[in-house]
């Protein structure tokens, strides 16, 4: 226990020592998280709150053409833009010009061709033979850079919409034939409102929007940790270069003690480091504009995925300073892999958005085990239970760099 506390003050107090490079430790990932979460915010609310720019010309004059309009104003995903009949010379041109989403045109007579329609169909009832009158249909254009989900999701609302103005067409056409069928009857009481349930969502996206900052500070929290390798790295190879290591292998005794307390000396830094992130997140976000950090009922879980993460680090940079003779290899081989993981870990890019293949590889990434704890603990209102599997993965690969290092330095 001696030789390990002996150890773990050595280290603590090199850190600490060099105030250049404990300032950087801190402020760099500090600063990061600030601006890529400013950066992230616009595009964040665009794809969540914004609503979708729509033009809409009616050229009907009828009835039918008056309730389209209203059913699709009612739409909270629509920004509708009421057009003058006059103004359409060209769809595509209208949507460059205008710095429209999407273009949706009523035509001239829609009314008059949706009753003829429905009368249509409502004889084909008695008769098979009757041909049935097709009514005008509604057009749409389309931005070319608007993304297909969009695209997909206007045409889904619109045909909605459209489906209860031509039910609603068709069933004034069936009462003229069928006594006792009311022409004003509310479609609300008729159609089926849906057989879907979303249920088992008990996490805490229910109550707040994810948003820049809630994936941010814990991305480059787990960012700025990994980066204590580097330093811890340098030590080492420091400490080999003017003879210290070798006067602390001369002491019998085993190296795991050392080894720990210096693991453990950076694990304290890269957790002090972990919290004034999450602390900005929580009291300075707010500040410059962006929402809060919401960590309400996972300050337990939390702090585990950051202590095992610092773990993680540590032992990397552990394993690096075993493995490689000069400060240059280690700093350079340590930024390169650190950036690497990174990437592969869903720290810039979500993984579920890369190819199959890769995300096959990100599982080996210490990086996507801390992201993914901490997912389960502020997106999905986990305990500390459920995030077991990711912090044993973490703890594991630190025992594992731990036990190269020393192989490697017995």
Known sequence: MKRFLSAYRKDWLLITRDRAGLA??????????????????????????SAIEIGLVNLDTGESGKELVGGLHKIESFKLHDLEATEVLDGNRLIEDLGLQALLIIPADYTEELVASSNTRVLKLADADTEVIPGKLVE????????????????????????RIELQAFLASYSEVVPGISKDIDLSTLLPQGSLQVSGSK???????????????????IFGIFFIALALSGNIIKERDDGSA?????????????????????QSIAFIQAALVFLAGIVLMPMLGLPALDISGSIGGVVVIILASGLA???????????????????ATGAISIIILAALGGIWVPTFAMPEWLQTVSMVSPFNWAMGGFQDILLRGQGVV??????????GFAVLCAAISVSRRA
């Open 203 to 221: 996490g805490k996206m229910e109550s707040f929007a994810y948003n820049s900052v809630q994936h941010n500070v814990p991305a480059y929290a």
């Open 246 to 266: 070798m006067r602390l292998k001369l002491i019998p005794g085993s190296l795991w003690p050392l080894v720990l307390g210096r693991i453990i000396a950076y």
């Open 386 to 395: 459920d995030i077991l599997p990711e912090t044993g993965l973490l703890v």
């Open 313 to 331: 680090a540590a032992g990397l940079g552990q394993l690096l300073g075993a493995l490689f003779q000069s400060q240059q290899q280690a700093a």
């Open 140 to 163: 749409v254009y389309f931005d070319p850079a608007l993304n297909l989900s969009f695209q997909e999701l206007i045409k889904a609302h619109c045909n909605g919409v459209l489906s």
């Open 24 to 49: 950087l430790l801190f402020i760099m990932p500090l600063a990061l998280t600030v601006i890529m979460a400013l950066i992230q915010d616009a595009p964040f609310k665009s794809f969540q709150n």
